[in-house]
């Protein structure tokens, strides 16, 4: 039903009218009286041998949803009566921005892609926070994803990371630094090692500071266009600061071997490219950096998971979890539960009988 309402409807909308307007209607939907707790038993992943235990958390699932969806942490509980395991909010900056002009959201549909050139549009961090402060026991596992606000200087960045972690550091399960997002000017520049590390240090300080009573697991998000000198050069400083986890990866500013013309690419112009087309390389990355930290912490694939056998591929490749996005932009309501079952049934298939048998078992 949802792919005929996409082709018929939501397709002929912009991309990001689209999303507000699902969105929306998503929220509304999930606040009538019992629809949450229906939601989680038609979609949640209730058998335990799904369950993962990572970053001192216990997860239902190994499916979680990227940040960018609800960037503002509106509609993370109705998301997760979706059957997400996890929701990332965000990104939030320390300021409220409205980002780039629009349009800034399209689809290649022939890529099963999307391009976003978004700008980190968001209410601001202390927005985010006092929505956070506001979750029900038992809920939704929540991270929260920050970035830098466009008009702080590159100098002035840490100190900006630093605010938005003191602020949502006692309402987030985990926290993410983002560096790697192309549509922030200077943005990747942070992920050199020199910049990164005091950026790092700054945030798991302010981290510790906030929330005294509980250790707020710290992660980085980076971006699949790095060359693999860098990646392990940043794996090498996630292990030497006792960094929690790594995602890879955000999007990429690639446009090779798309299938959509490259007239209609050129013309939507700059951007980051989620989905299908960075598969290949967000695999690759996720293997490079497991065998270069070990088990020495999570890593969480992300990047054209657009299936079970997919994210199958990401957890024998040594991801703890998995992330999705731009494939449920396009599958719609029953997408994480057709992966989780999907997971469930190769478990079944292949003898395995917990997702942590699974981690790591291609050994590349």
Known sequence: ??????RLLLRRMS??????????????????PGARALGKWLFGPRDPRLGVRALGLDFPGPLGLAAGFDKDARGFEALGALGFAFVEIGTVTGEAQGGNPKPRLFRLEADRALVNRMGF??????????RLAKRRPGGVIVGANIGKTKVVAESEAAADYVASAERLA?????????????????????????????????????????????????????APDLADEDIDAIGDLARELGLDGIIATNTTIRRDGL?????????IGAGGLSGRPVK????????????????SMVLVAAGGVESADDAWER????ATLVQAYTAFIYEGPAFARRIHEGILSRMRAEGIGSIAELVGKDAR
């Open 259 to 267: 299938a959509t013309e490259a007239a209609e690419v050129a013309e």
């Open 121 to 130: 549009n968001n209410e601001g961090s202390r927005a985010a926070a006092e």
């Open 1 to 6: 039903m949802y792919r005929l309402l996409f």
């Open 315 to 318: 957890i024998a490749a040594g």
């Open 170 to 222: 006692a309402h987030a399960d985990y926290m993410v630094v983002n560096v790697s997002s192309p549509n922030t000017p200077g943005l990747r520049d942070l992920q050199s090692t020199e910049k990164l590390r005091p950026l790092l240090e700054g945030v798991r300080a302010a981290l510790d500071r906030a929330s005294p009573g509980r250790r707020v697991p710290l992660l980085v998000k980076i």
């Open 280 to 295: 290949a390389r967000a695999l690759a990355v996720l293997r490079r950096l497991r065998a270069r930290v070990g088990d």
């Open 15 to 32: 991309a990001e009218t689209a999303h507000h307007l699902g969105f929306g209607l998503l929220r509304c939907l999930m606040a009538l």
